[in-house]
């Protein structure tokens, strides 16, 4: 007879566990990548990593550690959701992004002084600092949150969601004096009481809480006046309670579950927005690198100008034609055009090792990259035309089509549902509480017992019988209520969360005025970049027209070297302006598609595939 109530209870525990759920291992994610993807080497020609724009926009995609922390944004949602539907509160999401290192920002383009440019002196070169002192290393922190550092209130609790089943098997030994013998028969009771007990609890969406319970006691006792020695007691009941004001429905209580499928959706918003981030961050680079390497090849033009020279005077001295003055005019322009040669190669390595970082895993860890030279494949073209469309198309594009923008709507809409819990609170508790148990008894006769005994002689049997037949049915219905007389708490938590949304609100708006901020300043830099452009040209054919002119009349004696110098100053620095213009207007026009919300779709970027970080292998080049 003892072991069968157990076996009973056992058997409640394994069928609600299958029915209601089941147990195992919590969701796992794969474990974090480290090495550098194989399109790194596939690049690798003749230990240099040569490399087109979208070449460079594959390595980030697979490689950048800022996009790879934001894959994990994505799991880190399902998360909150798998939380939220078991009952649970949030514990929210980390809207913080990286930007992509500013780098060196490209040519050095200085313009000559009025008094080089006015004949009195020559135009010396600048000795840059390194890229640290220049702050084109860090990753500046964007946080994307509109809601501010301090969280709502959780507002009133939510059922557990996810059935819970409960089991206690005990056994006690109580030995207890008595006063008298006539109620029990014995001077010293002794009693042992096996308890093996099971339940199940399991909330709901409208805000009920119901308790089954299946309790079973096993007594034996050294009554000599109790009709039972030894009898088992069992009961069957459910409990259960229903809010009627505080915490009452099903759209109330299921919030946190509205509010996680948002950041669902949110976590897609910021792992694309970081994206595009990197994106334009990688373009921008890249764009400064080709400038870099164009302007490298101009510097060492100038320097074959400068040494030419002074190969010319260094003749016309040895004939006595010319002052030795102008040797030392000559050398001086050699030293110092191989100055900015040294500037120009030093600012293109900075940016190479900067680009690096941001395209692999290991960064300089890996020998292969660390020691190869990146040669850009593509080069810094301007089109003939514009196809801009009207401020007022692109800023409404802009508006609807930008992820964060889209992503502060649901912080917002998230804020806007939290609310509800915080109005739950400012009402009173008012519950509907109701029970319903059968219960059983049976045991053997006392064969001390003299005063007779109910005719519940049996086993565990007899018991589940009489549970089952409702021989000995307990129920009740009731209402309990609490009314606080003045609820302040709740009163001021509701009263900071409706200003909290008014301020996110206020946020969304600034975000907006930005974002239109952003494209008429993308669409002036173009503006700007273009004329800067066709200026620089312009001036750069000049230029080359007056040093020819010159060095023509400094092959018949009608001029001097200082003259000369001046105008390959003029024509190099000419030069390097052109690079800088055809510079500038691929960054704004990076900049204009950042500002649209449309550079990965420029850049025919599938989100799926970054979101997997594995796209199609590198083509062989022919």
Do not use: C, W
Not at 111 to 119: D, I, M, Q, R, V
Not at 363 to 370: Q, R, S, Y
Request: proline share 4%; charged share 20%.
């Amino acid at each position: 007879m003892f072991y069968k109530p157990v076996r009973a209870s056992l058997a409640l525990l394994l069928s609600t566990g299958l029915v209601f759920g089941q147990t195992g291992m919590p969701p796992t994610t794969a474990s974090a990548r480290t090495e550098n993807s194989a399109r790194v080497h596939e690049l690798m020609r003749a230990g240099n990593l040569y490399l087109s724009l979208a070449d460079a926009l594959s390595l980030a995609i697979e490689n950048n550690l800022d996009i790879e922390l934001q894959r994990y944004l994505l799991p880190v949602a399902n998360a909150e959701l798998l939380r939220a539907q078991g009952g649970g509160t949030l514990r929210g999401l980390n809207f913080t992004l990286a930007e992509v290192p500013v780098g060196t920002g490209g040519p050095i383009s200085s313009l000559p002084t009025n008094a080089a440019a006015a004949g009195r002196a020559t135009a010396g070169s600048s000795v840059t600092t390194n890229a640290l002192g220049l702050n084109a290393l860090g990753e500046p922190q964007v946080n994307e949150s509109i809601q501010g550092s301090i969280a709502q209130t959780n507002g009133s609790a939510v059922p557990v969601y996810d059935p819970a089943i409960t089991g206690q098997l005990n056994f006690t030994h109580q030995t207890t004096p008595e006063i008298s013998t006539n109620t029990t028969g014995s001077a010293t009771l002794v009693t042992g009481t096996t308890l093996f007990n099971a339940g199940l609890q399991q909330g709901f969406a409208s805000g009920a809480q119901v308790n089954l319970n299946f309790n079973n006691a096993h007594t034996s006792i050294n009554s000599l006046t109790s009709g039972f020695n030894p009898y088992t007691s069992s009961a069957l009941g459910v409990t259960a309670t229903q809010p009627l004001m505080r915490g009452f429905g099903a759209n109330l209580n299921r919030r946190f579950i509205r509010i996680a499928g948002n950041e669902q959706k949110i976590t897609s918003l910021l792992f694309q927005q970081q994206l595009i981030v990197t994106v334009y961050g990688v373009i921008r680079l890249y764009t400064d690198l080709v400038a870099l390497t164009e302007d490298e090849k101009v510097k060492q033009e100038t320097v074959s100008l400068a040494e030419k020279l002074l190969s010319d005077v260094k003749a016309q001295v040895e004939e006595g034609t010319l002052a030795q003055v102008e040797m030392t005019r000559a050398n001086a322009q050699v030293f110092s055009t191989r100055q900015d040669l040294i500037n120009a190669r030093g600012l293109r390595e900075e940016q190479e090792a900067i680009f690096k970082n941001v395209i692999t895993r290991r960064g300089n860890e890996d020998p292969e990259v660390a020691n190869a030279r990146i040669i850009p494949t593509d080069t810094l073209t301007i089109p003939a035309t514009d196809d801009i469309r009207p401020m007022q198309e692109l800023t409404a594009e802009a508006l609807s089509h930008r992820p964060d923008l889209g992503q502060a709507r649901l912080q917002i809409d998230n804020s806007r549902i939290g609310l509800q819990g915080a109005r739950s609170l400012t009402k009173p508790q008012l519950d509907l509480v109701g029970i319903m148990q059968n219960s059983g008894l049976a045991g053997q006769s006392n064969p001390f017992n003299t005063l007779g005994a109910p005719a519940l002689a049996g086993g565990y049997g007899s018991v589940l019988e009489q549970i089952l037949s409702r021989n000995y049915p307990t129920y009740g219905v009731g209402v309990q209520m609490t009314l606080p007389i003045h609820n302040r708490i709740a009163e001021a938590d509701l009263a900071r969360d409706e200003i909290q949304v008014k301020q996110a609100e206020i946020r969304l708006r600034q975000l907006q005025n930005q974002a239109r901020l952003e494209v008429e300043d993308a669409l002036i830099a173009m503006r700007r970049a273009r004329a800067s452009y066709e200026a620089a040209s312009e001036a750069r054919r000049l230029q080359e027209e007056s040093l020819s002119a010159e060095q023509a009349k400094f092959e018949v004696g009608s001029s001097t070297s200082f003259f000369v110098i001046q105008y390959e100053s003029l024509l190099a620095q000419a030069r390097s302006t052109e690079v800088a213009a055809r510079s500038s207007y691929g960054k704004a026009k990076a900049a204009l598609q950042r500002a649209m919300g449309t550079i990965l779709e420029e850049n025919h970027i599938s989100f799926e595939a970054a979101v997997k970080g594995s796209l199609p292998p590198v083509a062989p080049k022919r």
